[in-house]
């Protein structure tokens, strides 16, 4: 005889709106919940099984014997087994073994929507609750203005397991020393947000987390869910917004995981050419089934409640859009329209971003998403699939190709840096410089750059000085802002030790100097998604690769003169046209001392000659450094 006592969280309400897609909040359904019933502690399951002929709660609590406790199925075809199992409490191990009508096939599965996993290898699910109390009311009350998109938006990109570790003691740091020294670090270094790579649980460390399997709990390597919350407190005390990578494009089939779950496709389209991902061996959301919408809007709102998220940072849209993504003629099959957008996958994320701006307005959605697909970041009011930003993947390649070139070779190339300003306001664009371009072959971004070592650091610090004032906001990954030697390798610390040689200290100060410079000179934030925030100088010197430019803000006065001199030979006396007539303040120099430049082309206070240039009535002329760029204001 069952053990389990009949009970349920589910209204008919929430019953209809799982079975429309619209219930946004199956977290507080669904899982395990700690809960009390005529006296008697315990914890309330339920999952959704619609193949299943029987479901039993296994774990350390009944020797994992799948006679024990049996859940009851609900009696209205949605296809959820719930009840109460007395005396089950936090701590507790669990997994869900289901019987199913399809061919007897029997599954042992993780619960979706645990919130605590076992620490990997071990797969079982953990019986959690916790009552942090967040430290964090001004942060929130405050951070529409941190993430607004006329805001300054330099990102840090993470991953926790190898930023730094604990070496002499061969582990991770922790969630709670992360607090303290991640913390610190990103606050030094004048960041305005960081972003984690997945940090919910992943069964296989070299997916660097993006296969997920536990989309409810943050992973168990770091620690406890109430430590990474104390985390993301810890950031939010010290002004720093914090973004997650999301991953609903794909899952993967380990065993105890969402595929196959009850013996049926109940989370992966069932047509593989929908359903199957060939590049990553992985398995593709039904995003046209409505239980399997609520469960992905659910989750993404999940950690914008439970954790404080201040964004979400989407994988790979892209490979979600297009039936054709890297399939070849006959692996697909086009949509009623005889088209190769995924219609179904384009109504989800649409969705999806509704949801997140209704309840959350003040964060941002961001699309890691590398066509032309139109509109990404534009309302879905107006057509668009409504994302607050996305990544300028196009800008990425350009310039590192740019920058990987002798500088002999650069006057015919010119336009690699310049074009991305024939697009730049086409989208709300972030200029990426992430994991993905220092791994498998890629190199480190310094050891892409040409010439010699001061040559190499003064390409990269160039590189950085261009991308911290062209259009956009930002995103570096760990270990790029000091000049990181090595490849990435998600199994080691960085090489912090780097740091004791100038070169590296230098392009650590030059990348935390970028970054208050970005966020306090108003021009380079105010209009940075707008064409009215960009004017060209000159683009056209492709002879002497040199590139000059003003970003605008809302007041003339915040107007910023940028000048980059792409070529090791420094250009005195080089004249450049001007607005207006007055007098210029150099206000930043990328060849600085301070960052192991040469410090030898600086730019006193300059007046203006009535004398035309580039089209215009007024000029002057500059010193510019090697390599360098070098910025201007009106006194």
């Known amino acids: 005889m069952s053990k389990v006592i009949a009970h349920s969280l589910f209204s008919e309400f929430d019953i209809n709106l799982f079975k429309t897609g619209k219930h946004y909040k199956l977290y507080e359904k669904f899982g395990s919940h700690i809960t009390t019933i005529d006296g008697i502690e315990g914890t309330y399951f339920a999952v959704w099984a619609p193949s299943a002929k029987e479901v039993s709660v296994v774990g350390d609590f009944n020797y994992w014997n799948d006679q024990e406790h049996q859940l009851n199925v609900r009696w209205d075809a949605s296809g959820i087994w719930e009840g109460f199992i007395p005396y089950v409490g936090k701590g507790n191990l669990y997994k869900y073994k289901i019987f199913s009508n399809n061919n007897g096939v029997i599954t042992e599965k993780a619960d979706p929507y645990a919130r605590r996993n076992e620490h990997p290898p071990k797969t079982a699910s953990v019986v959690w609750e916790d009552n942090y109390s967040w430290k964090d009311k001004k942060w929130m009350n405050d951070r529409k203005k941190h993430n607004a998109l006329d805001a300054p938006y330099a990102v840090y990109e993470v991953h ?28 030094d270094m004048n960041f305005t947000h960081v972003e984690f790579m997945p940090v919910m649980e992943f069964p296989y460390d070299p997916s660097w987390g993006y296969q997920l399997t536990g989309y409810f709990a943050p992973t168990s390597r770091f620690g406890y869910p109430d430590e990474f919350k104390f985390l993301v407190d810890k950031f939010h005390e010290k002004g720093i917004g914090v973004l997650l990578d999301w991953v609903p494009s794909h899952f993967p089939s380990d065993a105890h995981g969402l595929g196959n779950f009850d013996g049926s496709c109940v989370y992966e389209h069932p047509d593989p050419r929908k359903g199957y991902h060939q590049d990553w061996k992985s398995l593709i959301f039904n995003y046209g089934r409505a239980e399997v919408k609520s469960f992905l809007i659910s989750n993404a709102l999940f950690w914008l409640d439970q954790y404080h998220a201040d964004g979400l ?13 890297s399939r070849e003629d006959g692996e697909w099959e086009a949509n009623e329209f005889g088209g190769r957008e995924n219609l179904e996958a384009i109504s989800f994320l649409k969705e999806m971003n509704e949801a997140v701006y209704k309840f959350y307005p003040d964060v941002q959605t961001i699309a890691e998403e590398s066509t032309s697909f139109p509109q990404v970041s534009s309302p879905v009011f107006s057509g668009g699939l409504g994302f607050g930003m996305k990544w300028m993947m196009g800008w990425m390649h350009d310039t590192l190709d740019y920058f990987a070139k002798e500088p002999i070779y650069r006057k015919h190339h010119q336009n690699d840096l310049t074009f991305s300003l024939n697009y730049a306001f086409t989208e709300n664009f972030m200029l990426p410089l992430s994991h993905d371009e220092v791994v498998y072959g890629k190199k480190s971004i310094l050891d892409k750059m040409p010439g010699d070592e001061w040559q190499r650091f003064a390409n990269l610090r160039l590189l950085y000085s261009f991308m911290f004032t062209h259009p956009g906001t930002k995103l570096l990954f760990q270990g790029s ?34 970054n208050k410079f970005y966020t306090t000179e108003k021009a380079l934030h105010q209009k940075q998604f707008s064409p009215d925030g960009f004017e060209w100088i000159d683009h056209g010197d492709h002879e002497n690769s040199v590139m000059s430019y003003i970003r605008k803000g809302k007041n003339k006065k915040d107007d910023v003169i940028i000048v980059l001199n792409l070529t090791p030979q420094p250009r005195e006396k080089y004249r450049i046209g001007l607005p207006k007539k007055g007098n210029l303040e150099e206000i930043f120099n990328s060849d600085n001392s301070k960052y192991n430049g040469t410090a030898n082309y600086n730019n006193n206070t300059i007046t203006s000659e009535k004398k035309e240039w580039n089209t215009r009535p007024n000029s002057v002329e500059l010193q510019l450094p090697p390599l360098g760029m070098v910025a201007f204001k009106y006194k």
């Open 160 to 187: 926790l397991g190898s930023w730094k570790q604990k070496v002499a003691e061969n582990r991770f740091m922790s969630y709670t020393e992360l607090a303290d020294e991640l913390v610190n670090y990103v606050a």
């Open 313 to 325: 940072r989407v994988d790979a849209v892209a490979s979600m859009l297009f039936l054709d993504y």
């Open 481 to 514: 802002e000091f000049g990181q030697i090595s490849e990435w390798d998600f199994q080691k610390s960085l090489d912090w030790f780097v740091l004791e040689y100038d070169v590296h200290k230098g392009a650590q100060n030059l990348v935390r100097d970028l």
